[in-house]
């Protein structure tokens, strides 16, 4: 008789998006004049910028011509668009990464997932509290975790660093030492983050205690403050313990299209062993690579018509993000995040719990948002809403919680 992998039975409810997709779908159904803005997953709503679409159709039409047509892609993604990357995402900000230290893929979600793969299961994670939810349950379905207890919401073999607004939301170096440390910044769900001396230490940190830094960047793009380090790159010795997840949903509109990559530089090593050369196996045996036509979609993120595009259209959505921020702060809303971020984190009014407001949001003013406790234990209390939303719904939507 064959088993399961039984670490998915030990999973809480169902991924947290899914979660609120669900509700709200079943709320609409049974409210269908109800009229619902959606501020709740970071989900982008501009088109694709022009430069990206043109590069698109392009690459279409080389696919109908049998002298231009491609078919597997190279495993680590085509060198034009690594070149790309290389130069603009890193060399221009003098950090030392090369192309071949990149692994294109569909999007930063399934590589922070499959990455711990490539970890033993002895390994310790460190996330911080709240956090992104695939960090934990990529590893609690490995079986990297432990049990979870319902009742504290945390699992027993995970390290938690709790980031709450004493310590303005970001972490403290954990009293237990991780062997792999998730850090997201600028953060996801807190819209908080760390100077490049902050990030310095966690690298200085992760390098005296043989520990990985798996570094989210994937809203790298909204950084809007001096001296926020762009790539945890810039920081000396990050060459020997990080790695580093981007994503071009965020910063060019991709949710729909799907393209990311991955930075794993050649002397980040366990003992003898590359984690490059593991991931690279892991790649090439698993994955066949972004599609040509979205890959020359991704080239043009770098174009100078895509950059002043895309600047654009980062602008907008932080038009947004201060519309929300100062929206709820003049209703008296305490509030963070959407400075350097797409998201702001507001304390739910009257001790609700994160789950009462989403409630209470979604009746009486039609808007839906993500609970902070979806993210982890140290989000009780705590409410996301995004600035990904068009203009006129996030003005309306401010519009309707100021009059709740
Ligand atoms: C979020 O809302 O946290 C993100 O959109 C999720 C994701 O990027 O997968």
């Known amino acids: 008789m064959y088993k399961i992998n039984d670490n998915y039975l030990k999973l809480p409810g169902s991924y947290l998006f899914s979660t609120i997709g669900k509700k709200v779908a079943a709320y609409s159904s049974e409210h269908p004049e109800k009229s619902i ?11 694709l910028a022009p430069a990206i679409l043109e590069a698109m159709h392009k690459a279409v039409d080389e696919m109908g011509d049998a002298k231009t047509f491609r078919g597997y892609a190279p495993d680590l993604g085509y060198e034009f668009l690594r070149n790309a990357i290389a130069r603009e995402d890193y060399q221009a900000r003098g950090a030392d990464i090369k192309a071949d230290e990149i692994f294109v893929s569909d999007g930063a979600k399934c590589d922070s997932g499959n990455i711990q793969e490539i970890f033993s299961l002895d390994n310790k994670i460190a996330v911080c509290d709240p956090v992104y939810p695939v960090y934990v349950d990529t590893n609690a379905m ?15 073999d995970v390290i938690y660093m709790p980031c709450l607004e004493e310590n303005g939301f970001a972490p403290e170096l954990p009293k237990e030492t991780p062997d792999l440390i998730y850090l997201c910044f600028p953060n996801n769900p807190t819209g908080s983050t760390i100077t490049k001396e902050q990030l310095q230490v966690w690298v200085d940190y992760a390098n005296r205690a043989g520990a990985v830094i798996i570094y989210d960047a994937a809203y790298e793009a909204y950084i809007s403050e001096e001296n926020v380090p762009h790539t945890i790159y810039e920081c000396q ?17 991709f949710t729909g299209v799907r393209l990311g990559y991955t930075v794993i530089p050649k002397d980040l090593k366990c003992g003898d062993v590359s984690l490059h050369a593991l991931w690279a196996r892991r790649h090439g045996t698993k994955y066949n690579g972004a599609p040509y036509i979205i890959q020359r979609a991704g080239e043009a993120v770098y174009s100078e018509a895509g ?14 993000a201060k519309t929300i921020r100062e929206g709820l702060k003049s209703a008296g809303y305490t509030v963070s995040g959407g400075i350097n971020a797409p998201y702001i984190w507001l304390k739910t009014p009257g001790n609700m719990t994160s789950w009462e407001f989403f409630d209470y ?10 609970p902070g406790s979806g993210f982890g234990p140290s989000g009780e209390g705590y409410f996301r809403l995004t600035a990904f939303g068009s203009y006129e719904n996030t003005l309306a939507a401010l519009e309707r919680i100021k009059k709740m």
């Open 37 to 47: 803005i959606r501020l709740g997953i970071g989900d982008v709503t501009q088109p």
């Open 307 to 320: 950059k002043a595009q895309l600047k654009e259209q980062v602008a907008y959505y932080m038009k947004n």
């Open 237 to 253: 010795g990050a060459l020997n313990c990080a790695i580093e997840l981007k994503s071009f949903s965020k910063n060019a509109g």
């Open 142 to 156: 490995a079986g990297r975790t432990g049990t979870y207890d319902a009742k504290t919401e945390m699992w027993s």
């Open 361 to 370: 949001l979604l009746e009486k003013a039609g808007v839906v948002g993500t």
